[in-house]
């Protein structure tokens, strides 16, 4: 099983960014999916997930409003679409995927690797 997380990059403070994150190896239609992100001497946080059938979804304080999740189930694949970026989510954002999410929670059993969201101020 495979997490593959891309889109990160440089932008500046009020653009915008899209990561993608392709799931393989197995379905994950049944699973609830989402992002974490890991700024520099930080620990990981929580910053959104959404559940298999896109009827639950959450987000951190700190992105609500911002940023917006969504997922394509036949794709394996979800999204983390951010707009109004500022320099305070600079980090390196996981995707992650797990039975059971709630608010602000993600039981997580599968990580991808990280791709780098930098914004300039």
């Known amino acids: 099983v495979q997490l593959q997380a891309s889109g990160g990059g440089l932008v500046q403070a009020g653009g915008s960014l899209r990561l993608s994150c392709v799931a393989s190896g197995r379905s994950f239609s049944h699973d609830a999916m989402g992002w974490f992100r890991q700024a520099p001497g930080k620990d990981r946080e929580f910053v959104s997930a959404?559940?298999?059938?896109?009827?639950?979804?959450s987000y951190s304080y700190s992105v609500e409003g911002r940023f917006t999740i969504s997922g394509d189930n036949a794709k394996n694949t979800w999204y983390l679409q951010m707009n109004s970026l500022k320099p305070e989510d600079t980090a390196i954002y996981y995707c992650a995927a797990g039975p059971v999410m709630n608010n602000n929670y993600l039981k997580t059993d599968y990580w991808g690797q990280g791709t780098q969201v930098t914004v300039s101020s």
């Open positions: 959404i559940n298999s059938s896109g009827g639950t979804i």
